[in-house]
C-alpha cells in the first residue's frame, strides 16, 4: 500500500461514521447504508485527492448522492413490500459500540425515521443536512444541484411536515427507560392489568415482518388490544419469552427472544407517564446485525 493509498484510507476512516450517520438517515436500514460507503469508497480510491480543499465536503456530498439516487430505487421496492415497512433498527447493548457515534451526530428515533420516510428524497436529504449536520445553506445548494432559495424551501417543507407527523413528547431518558422496564417486566409475568396500566389508551403498534415473519396487517390499537395481544402471548409462550434491555436507534428498547432465539426489536414512543406507540421490527433481514442467540447478550 503505498502513502496515499494509506492516507485515503485513514482518511475515510476519519470520516467513516459521519457518512455512516448520513447514509443511515437517508435510507434507514444498515445495508443500504453499508452499500453507499462502499460506493463512495470505490469513488475515493479511484480518485485524485492533491487539490481537495476539504476531505470531507467531497466525501458528504458523494455519499447524499449516492443515498439519494438509492432511496428513489427503494421507494419502487418499498411500495411492494408486505406489510407495514420500519427501519431497521440500530441496537446498542454495549453504548461503547459504533452505534454509539452515529447517535453523537443528532436525534434518530424510530419515529422520527418513520416520518422522514413520507419525505422526497431531496426534501429528507435538505433536512438532514441543515437540522441535524448543521450544513450551510450554500453547502446544500452545491450539493443538490439547487438555489439555496430552493434548498431553504425544502428544508422549511420537510420541517413542517416532521412537526405535524412527529413525536409530540419531550421525555428523559430515565423516565423512557423506567417505562419500558416496566412494561417488559409486566410483559414478562403475564400481568395483563399492569400491562394496561403503562399503556396510552389510544396506543399503536405496527408491526414489520416483511412477509417473512408474523405481523399484523394492519396498526393494532388500543390499550385493551396491545395489553392483551402481550398477555396471549405469555398465555402461549409462557418461561420461554425473555425481553432483553437495549438501546434501539439511541434510546431505550427491548430485543424479545423465544426459546433462546431473536423473535423481535421493540422501539417505543413514550410520553414521560404512559407508551404511545411501539414499532416492532420482526423481518429477519432487519434483525441479522443483532445477536441472535440469548447467551452471548446475558
Not at 485524485?48 to 467531497?58: F, K, T
Not at 396491545?226 to 398477555?231: D, H, M, P
Request: hydrophobic share 45%.
Amino acid at each position: 500500500m503505498t502513502d496515499a493509498t494509506s492516507g485515503a484510507a485513514a482518511a475515510f476512516d476519519a470520516l467513516r461514521p459521519r457518512l455512516f450517520s448520513i447514509a443511515y438517515r437517508m435510507l434507514g436500514t444498515r445495508a443500504d447504508a453499508e452499500d453507499v460507503l462502499q460506493d463512495a469508497w470505490l469513488r475515493w480510491d479511484r480518485s485524485r485527492h492533491d487539490g481537495l480543499r476539504s476531505d470531507e465536503a467531497w466525501l458528504v456530498t458523494i455519499v447524499t448522492r449516492l443515498a439519494i439516487d438509492r432511496l428513489r430505487a427503494a421507494k419502487v421496492e418499498r411500495e411492494a413490500y408486505v406489510g407495514w415497512w420500519l427501519p431497521e433498527p440500530l441496537v446498542e447493548l454495549d453504548e461503547r459500540t459504533p452505534e454509539a457515534a452515529v447517535e453523537q451526530a443528532g436525534e434518530l428515533s424510530m419515529a422520527l425515521l418513520r416520518v422522514l420516510e413520507r419525505l422526497g428524497a431531496d426534501e429528507r436529504a435538505a433536512f438532514l443536512l441543515r437540522q441535524v449536520f448543521d450544513h450551510d445553506y450554500d453547502e446544500i445548494a452545491a450539493l443538490l444541484g439547487r438555489s439555496e432559495a430552493a434548498c431553504r424551501q425544502l428544508v422549511h417543507r420537510a420541517g413542517e411536515r416532521v412537526r405535524a407527523e412527529g413525536t409530540r413528547f419531550t421525555v428523559s431518558r430515565e423516565a423512557h427507560r423506567r417505562l419500558v422496564e416496566r412494561f417488559a417486566a409486566a410483559a414478562r409475568g403475564g400481568e395483563r392489568d399492569a400491562i394496561r396500566a403503562l399503556l396510552a389508551d389510544g396506543v399503536e403498534l405496527t408491526g414489520d415482518g416483511g412477509g417473512k415473519a408474523a405481523a399484523f396487517a394492519r396498526v393494532l390499537r388500543g390499550a385493551t388490544r396491545v395489553s392483551n395481544l402481550f398477555w396471549a402471548q405469555w398465555r402461549r409462550l409462557g418461561d420461554a419469552v425473555v425481553y432483553v434491555p437495549a438501546r434501539l436507534n439511541g434510546e431505550p428498547g427491548l430485543l424479545r427472544y423465544l426459546d433462546g432465539r431473536l423473535d423481535s426489536a421493540f422501539a417505543f414512543v413514550c410520553d414521560g407517564e404512559r407508551i404511545a406507540e411501539i414499532y416492532a421490527v420482526r423481518n429477519p433481514d432487519k434483525l441479522r446485525a443483532i445477536p441472535q442467540t440469548l447467551t452471548p447478550v446475558r
